[in-house]
């Protein structure tokens, strides 16, 4: 057994005994554990109010071997989550971000980047001003943090080329995206594939920004002002079929579009919530008090 002492955010906190509480820790060093703390329910407690759910402290835990419940010893509070108790939606907001960090990742698996970048996005929810609509900021809050953890966790969808044959796609046109497969499909590669959505332009372009905001993939598109109107390379087969000009054709047409202005967010945001579905095999509990309200999708006009 070794005493270890690392920061951590709580995830999950359940009541064990009358006066002990079980308590899921997402630690900087040494990924997620999931600690006994006894005497937590005592009126005088020796983690005072420092376990509740999205709090950030500093812990001491005991860990133990093969398998046995680790013990958690020390827990003073560095930072409270505040902003749930004046807004339900920035209460499930960050509520979501425990609940992914607790999906997506194995214990005693430490990914210190997903923990900072946690760390930022509840700092975020919690510090977003209060004014009547700011569901828009929560909302790409939410996103920026769900590509963030795919792309730490190794699950970021493959955007750049066709996830099938690897031709590289070279216009932000229409593009088929393949939740079983990870990435997007050309044209040769769609047919026959299963849970198939396919993605807007002005989705995917927004999709595509917002990576390259992050730095998770160089831009093939950057620095190519006539990106958008050439004949996409990914739609076509080698043999110069007759009708791949008709392809550049239907891009035009889908750039010009009436989706197309719409706002991409809650389109994407559909994506990734239906891309982490998939890869969790459910959907996260917490998804579906996540609104976009006061938002319209694509979906919704099609
Ligand atoms: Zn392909």
Redesign the pocket.
């Known amino acids: 057994m070794a005493l270890e002492k690392t920061n951590a955010i709580v995830l999950r906190v359940i009541d064990y005994s009358e006066t002990s509480c079980i308590v899921t820790l997402m630690t900087r060093d040494h990924g997620k554990i999931t600690a006994m703390a006894k005497g937590a329910r005592r009126p005088k407690s020796p983690f005072e109010a420092a376990l509740d759910v999205l709090s950030v402290c500093r812990i001491v835990f005991l860990k133990k071997r093969s398998g046995a419940m680790d013990l958690l010893t020390e827990a003073r509070l560095e930072r409270r989550f505040r902003a749930g108790a004046s807004s339900l939606e920035r209460l499930y907001a960050g509520y979501y971000v425990a609940e992914l960090l607790n999906l997506l990742t194995d214990d005693a698996d430490p990914h210190p980047e997903l923990f900072d970048i946690a760390i930022e996005t509840i700092d975020q929810i919690d510090s977003v001003k209060t004014k009547t609509n700011n569901t828009s900021s929560i909302d790409e809050t939410i996103l920026d943090f769900e590509l963030m953890a795919l792309f730490c966790l190794g699950h970021l969808p493959l955007l750049t080329q066709?996830?099938?044959?690897?031709?590289e796609k070279t216009t932000l046109s229409r593009v088929s995206f393949g939740m079983n497969s990870g990435g997007i499909?050309?044209?040769?590669?769609?047919p026959g594939k299963r849970n198939v959505i396919s993605l807007t332009s002005t989705g995917f372009a927004f999709l595509l920004d917002r990576t390259r905001q992050k730095k998770y993939l160089s831009h093939p598109f950057e620095n190519d002002p006539s990106a958008d109107s050439v004949q996409e390379p990914?739609t076509t087969d080698c043999n110069n079929r007759p009708e791949s000009s008709s392809f550049a054709a239907r891009d035009l047409t889908t750039a010009s579009d009436p989706i197309s202005v719409e706002d991409p967010v809650p389109e994407v945001r559909s994506l990734l919530r239906n891309y982490i579905s998939h890869l969790i095999g459910y959907q996260p509990r917490l998804q579906k008090f996540l609104n976009n309200s006061g938002r319209r999708t694509a979906a919704s006009k099609i």
Do not use: F, I, N, T
Not at 162 to 167: F, H, M, P
Not at 185 to 190: D, F, S, V
């Open positions: 066709c996830v099938g044959c690897g031709k499909l050309c044209q040769q590669c769609r990914m």
